[in-house]
């Protein structure tokens, strides 16, 4: 990856909406290697796909928290049946398995207590091999979403 690819990169984290040719005047290439290059960082996986940024207050899902899961033992029979279930689970945003204690850290947005008190009992308390759960609400949300450093 040389600085034209990095550049491209980070033009599309600013704004991936750009069209192939917005792209390459952005970067200073012509449409065709501008294509290829973009074509060739999607096929070698470093861009992995591309989605718009929605306003989760406004969508009703204002209420967010941050979810420390210990499991009853971390090992290959609990791991992938925790992790497949928590996958199932769209309220999860985020999920982290994590060295130490606890195993995982799970970032879960809801509408407010009542609505999250349900997913916890009906869903998070429920997930397989759970010993401990952990909640701490988020008051405020200071980075979100930072673009990808590319400099080195």
């Known amino acids: 990856m040389d600085a034209l ?19 390459a005047e952005r970067v200073g290439l012509s449409v065709s290697p501008c294509h290829r290059r973009l074509r060739a960082l999607e096929r070698d996986g470093i861009i992995t796909g591309y989605r718009a940024m929605l306003d989760a207050p406004s969508l009703g899902l204002g209420f967010e928290t941050l979810v420390f899961v210990t499991l009853d033992a971390a090992n290959s029979r609990t791991i992938p049946p925790f992790e497949a279930a928590v996958r199932d ?39 397989p091999g759970v010993h401990r759960l952990q909640t701490t609400l988020v008051m405020k949300t200071v980075v979100d979403e930072r673009m990808l450093p590319l400099g080195g």
């Open 5 to 23: 690819d990095r550049e491209i990169l980070s033009q599309l984290q600013a704004d991936g909406r750009l069209t192939v040719t917005e792209l």
């Open 89 to 127: 689970l769209p309220r999860v945003l985020h999920a982290q398995r994590l060295f130490g204690d606890p195993d995982y850290l799970l970032r879960v947005v809801s509408a407010d207590l009542e609505a999250y008190q349900h997913f916890y009992d009906e869903h998070l308390a429920a997930l």
